[in-house]
Each structure stands twice: as C-alpha cells, then as structure tokens.
C-alpha cells in the first residue's frame, strides 16, 4: 500500500494560480494523479503522470491551464493550477494506480489520499 498525503490547498481569486503537492510513502505506483469533487458533483479525473518516463494526461476541462509534475527524488507529485475559474473549486485528491486506466476509470485507482479543498473566488 501506499500513503498519500496532500497539501497546498486553499483560497484563491479567479484568474490565479496555486500548487497542490502530495507526498506518496510505501509501495511505488506505476501512474499518480489527481481527481477532483466538487460540491453536489462525481467525483472525476483531473490529470495524471507515469512514474517512469512521465507521461502525463489530462482532463479536456483543464487543458492547457494545469501542469502536473513529479519529483521522484521526492517521492513528490505536483498539479500547478493556473487560470483558475470557479468551477475549479473542489476537494482535490491524489491517487495512484498500476495503469493508465485511472484516466478513464475511477475503478481503476488503488489508493487515494484524503484531499485537499481548492476555492476558487469570482
């Protein structure tokens, strides 16, 4: 198993950025992200990287706005969130998963952390 732990959430006014981080301890994962639930709403992808050759992937939604990013060193995962909008504003979760289904399957993801609220202010 694997422990992850985000951090880095908060408040943030529309059209600025923020970091959310998650340090992942324990067994390695072949792929890392994040999901996103906003109030009232599925939880869904976001974005997500192969740990080896850092593929990444992303949601249409935030495309061109979020970068993620890992530092294995670190045993860290990072999403920079530029641009941000309202409808932004969730709870952000890492997870990790042995393939590349967690793109497209929520059942594929093994282990996820806690979450991390992001609010986006208009």
């Known amino acids: 198993q694997v422990q992850l732990v985000e951090s880095g959430g908060g408040l943030v006014q529309a059209e600025g950025s923020l970091r959310v981080s998650c340090l992942a301890s324990?067994?390695?994962?072949?792929?890392m992200g994040w999901f996103r639930q906003a109030p009232g709403k599925e939880r869904e992808f976001v974005a997500a990287i192969t740990m080896n050759f850092g593929r990444t992937y992303y949601a249409d939604s935030v495309k061109g706005r979020f970068t993620i990013s890992k530092d294995n060193t670190k045993n860290m995962m990072y999403l920079q969130m530029n641009s941000l909008k309202a409808e932004d504003t969730a709870v952000y979760y890492c997870v990790a998963g042995s393939s590349a289904l967690i793109v497209t399957s929520i059942n594929a993801v093994h282990s996820w952390g806690r979450g991390t609220q992001v609010t986006v202010s208009s």
């Open positions: 324990g067994r390695r994962y072949f792929i």
